[in-house]
Nanobody, 123 residues
Framework: QVQLVESGGGLVQAGGSLGLSCAAS????????MGWFRQVPGKEREFVAG????????YYADSVKGRFHISRDKVKITMYLQMNSLKPEDTAVYYC????????????????WGQGTQVTVSV
């Protein structure tokens, strides 16, 4: 499995920007579709953004489309989430994940999770 560690969370005012990173271990990072999810207390974890195994396609939840941008760097073995025009409703613990199976366009079944990083957007 791919080991994942998130970083970059924090506190930001509404309308501001924040970038998250997800560092992966293992030489097989480039084989897996990856994504970002988020969760608030009392609610289910929800999908935010995903990127195909080769980086050729990206997709977003409607709630973040046009504001968030997902990318990956095979050399640095890292995935990123740039979050712009943040809203208080974006407040959550953000998790990165890698698909269970390799060589897919979408993250259908997460097989590896990071520990999560808190993002808080103040009014």
């Amino acid at each position: 499995q791919v080991q994942l560690v998130e970083s970059g969370g924090g506190l930001v005012q509404a309308g501001g920007s924040l970038g998250l990173s997800c560092a992966a271990s293992g030489r097989t990072f480039s084989r897996y579709a990856m994504g970002w999810f988020r969760q608030v207390p009392g609610k289910e974890r929800e999908f935010v953004a995903g990127i195909s195994w080769n980086g050729g396609s990206t997709y977003y939840a409607d709630s973040v489309k046009g504001r968030f941008h997902i990318s990956r760097d095979k050399v640095k073995i890292t995935m990123y989430l740039q979050m712009n025009s943040l809203k208080p409703e974006d407040t959550a613990v953000y998790y990165c994940a890698a698909n269970r199976d390799p060589f897919t366009a979408e993250i259908h079944i997460p097989g590896s999770w990071g520990q999560g990083t808190q993002v808080t957007v103040s009014v």
